[in-house]
């Protein structure tokens, strides 16, 4: 069996990026369901979490393939990195809303993140999560 990329990464990388996509679908949801949008929500705080909610499930769509041209150090780098930049890009979203607001949408995520499935944590990943394919690991 060819080797994937999921050989050479840390073994615990899928479990943190699939966590971490469902704590950013959480929030996204929750937001969503407080109806906060621009011009209370920072738009460009907004837009940099959902980048960096799309590397995330870019590097989980890439655990799959085969190691053949992939630079794996590079891969697992940027992932890092974006996984390094999630706290703070939170942070930057959280700092621009009213005390109170943040405390709605602090309760808001808790619930909405009770509710997810780990499946959830490929929403928007063709052919995966519900009522798509299967999941490795």
């Known amino acids: ?4 990329v999921r050989d050479k990464v840390p073994k615990d990388l899928q ?5 971490l996509r469902l704590d950013l679908l959480a929030l996204f949801r929750a937001l969503d369901r ?7 929500v920072d738009e460009h705080a907004l837009h940099a979490l959902f ?3 799309a590397d995330l499930a870019e590097a989980l769509v ?27 890009a939170r942070e930057d979203l959280l700092r621009g809303l009213a005390p109170d607001v943040q405390a709605s949408l602090a309760k808001m995520q808790t619930r909405v993140r ?4 780990p499946d959830d944590a490929y929403h928007s ?3 995966r999560g519900r009522g798509g394919g299967s999941r490795s690991g």
């Open 1 to 4: 069996m060819a080797q994937r």
């Open 15 to 19: 479990a943190r990026l699939e966590t």
């Open 34 to 40: 407080l109806v906060l949008a621009p011009p209370e």
């Open 51 to 53: 980048e960096l909610d």
């Open 62 to 88: 890439v655990l799959d393939f085969p190691l053949r041209g992939i630079d794996v150090a590079s891969l697992l780098a940027e992932t890092l990195a974006s996984l390094g930049r999630i706290p703070m």
């Open 114 to 117: 009770a509710t997810l499935d």
């Open 125 to 127: 990943i063709n052919g």
